[in-house]
């Protein structure tokens, strides 16, 4: 990875350079092309693509795409995507079902060795014969079918002559092993189900367990990293590359999974939210989906760097969002023109401010990186300003705006409240200062001093904004474990995980476009949004706020 800190993966690609073991390195990316990816998967690819580029090894693109019914062509174009705008180029694009041909080969080498056979069971048989961890399992009455009978019926399965479910291939290792995962576990099924890459070619379907060790040695893959619930397959990995003679041995190294607090990662969790329209899409700002978080406005340089500080370990982290957080505004903290949006309108009239004059005034596009340059805001007798930046009975120690007290106008002058205008009802609808025009910004005035910044647009030339305010969508924590009580993570789902409001921006902002990002002074970050955006309405999302309380 870039910062070349040790992990204990990049010590055993060390070791194995320099005993010989290997003379190169190549890792893959395997995701299953049944969803969106998400932050998890940012992890396994920057684990994948960073080490393997630190011992200048190669990574390949490998969709393993094994089980026809959740896959679909949609998610691969949108995992290529999401890999490509994270930062990394794969080596070589690869399908597991590319393999499939060479898998049944294997399938049927195993049985002329008298290593599978073809099991008649149903699967809840099967799961009764299994066993349990204290228990051994039981033999399969159908476990010593000669070897000709096998060939004859696994042919049979792959012409078609089976119904779902009717027929299933098993390798014979050990109904008795301490490790249920070699208790003959299931290597193919039927499936009568289109694939979204051959087709009606197959009517069986090679078991992940099986194909996966299978592709890893036919890509030539060195080291198989994966996530360490399958560290208890690692057996049955070896066992598939050996007995199926491979002449290339991979060798799987698992690490732990990333979780996130107040949202769920599991593709199955979260194509629930979709298909049960919690959110809007894979790709809504709220979900911890890679095209979620872009639309949102992260970058790929603070998910990367997010995931490098997580680490990598054994254990599975569940890390604060927070610290997602903090790497994308220490990101934008020296990228994103800072500007003025006003998000609940107030409108102030400056009564002593010529009528009909307009004033540019100058302003740095950023603070923190004057390379940035400058930029122009009008300035005139009507602007807006936060409705929460006045009120008319303060407490003490407010020190914005009140009936009687002076406020410094970001960029521009101080301005006194002189008087408030109501409707019949009673609420403010408008505020009359003055202004003092020896007060400007950047003239140096020292005459006094106001405790009170506000943030405003000019009234006759802001431009109309929506801004899209984001709260986490699960409520809970550590809502990747909650499945419990009868409760599921959608009893936890965030009702007011989403806040549009309306309100105005900058003029100077008028050729904002998808994806550009911004500092609105003290309002956070904010992402034009790509989707919702259009040539006559700006959509903000706001990725964060300023303030965090959160410590590296
Ligand atoms: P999910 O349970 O979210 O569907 P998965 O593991 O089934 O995830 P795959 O598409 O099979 O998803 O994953 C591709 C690769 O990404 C695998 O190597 C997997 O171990 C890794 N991966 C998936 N989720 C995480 C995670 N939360 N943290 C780290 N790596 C992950
Ligand atoms: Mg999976």
Known sequence: MENNSSNFIRTIMKEDLESGKRDHVITRFPPEPNGYLHIGHAKSIVINFGLADDFNGRTNLRFDDTNPLKEDQEYVDAIKED??????????????SNYFEEMYDRAVLLINKGKAYVDDLTADEIRQYRGTLTEPGKESPYRNRSIEENLELFTKMRDGEFQNGEKVLRAKIDMSSPNINLRDPVIYRVSHATHHNTGDNWCIYPMYAFAHPLEDAIEGVTHSLCTTEFEDQRPLYNWVVEECEMTHKPQQIEFGRLNLTNTVMSKRKLKQLVDEKFVDGWDDPRMPTISGLRRKGYTPEAIRQFVKESGVSKGVATVDTQMLEHFVREDLKMKAPRTMGVLRPLKVVITNYPEGQVEMLDAEINPENPEMGMRQIPFSREIYIEQEDFMEDPPKKYFRLFPGNEVRLKHAYFIKCEEVIKDEEGNVVEIRCTYDPETKSGTGFTGRKVKGTLHWVEATQAIPAEFCLYEPLILDEEAEEADTDGKTFLDMVNENSLEI?????????KDAKGQ??????RHGYFNVDPKQTTSDKTVFNRIVSLKSSFKL
């Open 83 to 96: 890999v490509k705008w994270l930062g990394y180029e794969w080596e070589e694009l690869h399908f597991a």
């Open 501 to 509: 409001i309306q309100g105005f921006i900058e003029p100077n902002m």
């Open 516 to 521: 550009d990002k911004f500092q609105f002074f």
